[in-house]
Protein backbone atom coordinates (compact mmCIF):
# COMPACT_ATOMS: atom_id res chain seq x y z
CA UNK A 1 0.00 0.00 0.00
CA UNK A 2 2.93 2.52 0.86
CA UNK A 3 3.91 2.50 -3.25
CA UNK A 4 0.75 3.26 -3.76
CA UNK A 5 0.22 5.93 -1.54
CA UNK A 6 3.60 7.51 -1.77
CA UNK A 7 3.00 7.55 -6.07
CA UNK A 8 -0.34 8.99 -5.63
CA UNK A 9 0.97 11.80 -2.45
CA UNK A 10 3.66 12.72 -5.07
CA UNK A 11 1.13 13.83 -7.62
CA UNK A 12 -1.13 15.91 -5.33
CA UNK A 13 2.14 17.92 -3.81
CA UNK A 14 3.46 17.90 -7.42
CA UNK A 15 -0.35 19.62 -8.28
CA UNK A 16 0.04 22.28 -5.27
CA UNK A 17 -3.81 20.14 -3.57
CA UNK A 18 -3.86 20.11 0.42
CA UNK A 19 -4.95 16.90 1.50
CA UNK A 20 -4.73 14.74 4.73
CA UNK A 21 -5.22 11.21 5.74
CA UNK A 22 -8.60 10.14 7.39
CA UNK A 23 -10.32 7.09 8.43
CA UNK A 24 -8.64 3.83 9.52
CA UNK A 25 -5.03 5.12 8.72
CA UNK A 26 -5.76 7.98 11.32
CA UNK A 27 -6.77 5.94 13.62
CA UNK A 28 -4.39 3.95 13.41
CA UNK A 29 -1.83 6.78 14.25
CA UNK A 30 -3.29 7.89 17.06
CA UNK A 31 -5.13 4.51 18.49
CA UNK A 32 -5.23 1.22 17.47
CA UNK A 33 -3.32 0.12 14.28
CA UNK A 34 -4.90 -2.06 11.68
CA UNK A 35 -4.73 -3.59 8.81
CA UNK A 36 -6.40 -1.88 5.89
CA UNK A 37 -6.98 -2.36 2.72
CA UNK A 38 -7.36 0.90 1.59
CA UNK A 39 -6.52 4.82 2.69
CA UNK A 40 -8.59 7.62 2.54
CA UNK A 41 -7.78 11.29 1.71
CA UNK A 42 -9.56 14.36 2.26
CA UNK A 43 -8.49 16.50 -0.90
CA UNK A 44 -9.02 20.45 -1.74
CA UNK A 45 -10.08 19.61 -4.95
CA UNK A 46 -12.37 19.99 -7.74
CA UNK A 47 -13.09 19.00 -11.32
CA UNK A 48 -10.58 20.79 -12.79
CA UNK A 49 -7.70 18.67 -11.17
CA UNK A 50 -8.77 15.44 -12.28
CA UNK A 51 -7.67 15.57 -16.03
CA UNK A 52 -4.01 16.06 -14.39
CA UNK A 53 -4.17 13.39 -11.68
CA UNK A 54 -4.86 10.81 -13.98
CA UNK A 55 -2.87 12.34 -16.55
CA UNK A 56 -0.10 11.95 -14.51
CA UNK A 57 -1.05 8.59 -12.76
CA UNK A 58 -0.22 7.17 -16.10
CA UNK A 59 -0.65 3.40 -16.31
CA UNK A 60 0.23 3.48 -12.48
CA UNK A 61 -3.24 3.74 -11.20
CA UNK A 62 -6.48 3.33 -12.77
CA UNK A 63 -9.27 6.22 -12.08
CA UNK A 64 -12.00 7.00 -14.38
CA UNK A 65 -12.38 10.86 -14.96
CA UNK A 66 -15.53 10.90 -16.30
CA UNK A 67 -16.84 9.33 -12.73
CA UNK A 68 -14.05 11.47 -10.63
CA UNK A 69 -15.59 14.58 -11.70
CA UNK A 70 -19.75 13.40 -11.24
CA UNK A 71 -18.50 12.65 -7.88
CA UNK A 72 -16.98 16.03 -6.83
CA UNK A 73 -19.44 17.53 -8.38
CA UNK A 74 -22.02 15.92 -5.70
CA UNK A 75 -19.58 15.52 -2.91
CA UNK A 76 -19.12 12.21 -2.75
CA UNK A 77 -15.73 9.81 -3.08
CA UNK A 78 -13.76 8.45 -6.19
CA UNK A 79 -11.03 6.14 -6.04
CA UNK A 80 -8.02 5.03 -7.81
CA UNK A 81 -6.31 1.69 -8.21
CA UNK A 82 -2.95 0.71 -8.22
CA UNK A 83 -1.98 -1.14 -10.97
CA UNK A 84 0.79 -2.77 -9.33
CA UNK A 85 -0.94 -3.46 -5.70
CA UNK A 86 -4.28 -3.54 -5.79
CA UNK A 87 -3.92 -0.87 -3.56
CA UNK A 88 -7.24 1.84 -3.35
CA UNK A 89 -7.10 5.11 -2.19
CA UNK A 90 -10.52 6.96 -1.71
CA UNK A 91 -10.29 10.38 -2.59
CA UNK A 92 -12.96 12.56 -0.71
CA UNK A 93 -13.44 16.16 -1.86
CA UNK A 94 -12.83 18.62 1.15
CA UNK A 95 -16.04 20.37 1.27
CA UNK A 96 -16.14 23.90 2.23
CA UNK A 97 -18.42 23.45 5.57
CA UNK A 98 -16.58 24.69 8.87
CA UNK A 99 -15.78 21.10 10.19
CA UNK A 100 -13.51 20.29 7.08
CA UNK A 101 -11.98 23.59 7.02
CA UNK A 102 -10.87 23.05 10.65
CA UNK A 103 -10.21 19.35 10.13
CA UNK A 104 -7.98 20.65 6.87
CA UNK A 105 -6.54 23.18 9.40
CA UNK A 106 -5.82 21.22 12.48
CA UNK A 107 -4.05 18.16 10.24
CA UNK A 108 -0.65 17.36 10.93
CA UNK A 109 2.72 15.63 9.62
CA UNK A 110 2.88 11.83 11.26
CA UNK A 111 4.63 8.66 10.20
CA UNK A 112 2.27 5.65 9.28
CA UNK A 113 4.34 2.55 9.52
CA UNK A 114 2.54 -0.61 7.76
CA UNK A 115 4.37 -3.75 8.77
CA UNK A 116 6.53 -5.03 6.35
CA UNK A 117 6.43 -1.54 4.23
CA UNK A 118 8.42 0.61 6.02
CA UNK A 119 7.01 4.02 6.90
CA UNK A 120 5.56 7.23 5.24
CA UNK A 121 5.33 10.41 6.35
CA UNK A 122 1.76 12.30 5.79
CA UNK A 123 -0.93 14.84 7.07
CA UNK A 124 -3.05 13.32 8.92
CA UNK A 125 -6.15 14.68 10.64
CA UNK A 126 -6.01 15.33 14.50
CA UNK A 127 -7.11 12.57 17.19
CA UNK A 128 -10.18 14.75 18.03
CA UNK A 129 -11.04 15.33 14.43
CA UNK A 130 -10.41 11.18 13.80
CA UNK A 131 -12.89 11.12 16.77
CA UNK A 132 -15.48 13.25 15.60
CA UNK A 133 -15.53 11.83 11.70
CA UNK A 134 -15.47 8.30 12.95
CA UNK A 135 -18.11 8.91 15.44
CA UNK A 136 -20.31 10.14 12.36
CA UNK A 137 -19.66 7.59 9.49
CA UNK A 138 -20.81 4.97 13.21
CA UNK A 139 -24.35 7.37 13.08
CA UNK A 140 -24.44 6.92 9.48
CA UNK A 141 -23.77 3.25 9.08
CA UNK A 142 -26.61 2.72 11.68
CA UNK A 143 -24.89 2.55 14.56
CA UNK A 144 -23.97 -0.89 13.89
CA UNK A 145 -20.23 -1.58 13.15
CA UNK A 146 -18.11 -2.85 15.80
CA UNK A 147 -15.24 -1.91 13.86
CA UNK A 148 -16.19 1.61 13.57
CA UNK A 149 -16.93 1.46 17.29
CA UNK A 150 -13.47 0.13 18.49
CA UNK A 151 -11.38 2.53 16.09
CA UNK A 152 -13.48 5.34 17.95
CA UNK A 153 -12.10 3.91 21.69
CA UNK A 154 -8.84 3.02 20.42
CA UNK A 155 -8.17 6.62 19.79
CA UNK A 156 -10.29 8.22 22.99
CA UNK A 157 -8.50 5.53 25.43
CA UNK A 158 -5.24 5.58 24.20
CA UNK A 159 -5.16 9.67 23.40
CA UNK A 160 -5.53 12.60 25.86
CA UNK A 161 -8.20 13.92 24.07
CA UNK A 162 -9.17 17.61 23.93
CA UNK A 163 -12.85 17.38 25.45
CA UNK A 164 -13.81 20.87 25.05
CA UNK A 165 -13.35 21.09 21.08
CA UNK A 166 -15.36 17.30 20.89
CA UNK A 167 -18.16 19.26 22.93
CA UNK A 168 -17.96 22.18 20.73
CA UNK A 169 -18.13 20.07 17.54
CA UNK A 170 -20.49 17.15 18.36
CA UNK A 171 -24.21 18.81 18.88
CA UNK A 172 -23.18 20.89 15.39
CA UNK A 173 -21.89 17.80 13.22
CA UNK A 174 -25.50 15.26 15.10
CA UNK A 175 -22.89 13.17 17.52
CA UNK A 176 -23.70 14.45 20.89
CA UNK A 177 -25.24 11.62 22.25
CA UNK A 178 -22.41 9.36 20.54
CA UNK A 179 -19.88 11.30 22.38
CA UNK A 180 -21.52 10.85 25.72
CA UNK A 181 -21.70 7.48 25.68
CA UNK A 182 -18.07 7.11 24.37
CA UNK A 183 -16.72 9.60 27.37
CA UNK A 184 -18.99 7.22 29.95
CA UNK A 185 -17.00 4.09 28.44
CA UNK A 186 -13.49 5.85 28.54
CA UNK A 187 -14.31 7.13 31.94
CA UNK A 188 -14.84 2.87 32.96
CA UNK A 189 -11.71 1.97 31.24
CA UNK A 190 -9.80 4.36 32.66
CA UNK A 191 -11.15 3.88 36.17
CA UNK A 192 -10.32 -0.39 35.83
CA UNK A 193 -7.07 -1.05 37.69
CA UNK A 194 -3.74 -2.01 35.90
CA UNK A 195 -1.91 -5.13 36.62
Known sequence: MNDALRALLAILNDLGLRYFAVGSVASSIHGVARFTNDVDLLVEIDESAVDQIAARAGKAFYVDPDEAKRSIRIGRAFNLLHLATAGKIDIFPIGRDEFHQSELA???????????QGAIRLPVASAEDTVLSKLRWYKMGGMVSDRQWSDILGVASRVDLHWA????????IGVAELLDRLGAEVGRIRSLPSD
Do not use: F, I, N, T
Open 165 to 172: YLRQWAPR
Open 106 to 116: RSAEQEWVVPG
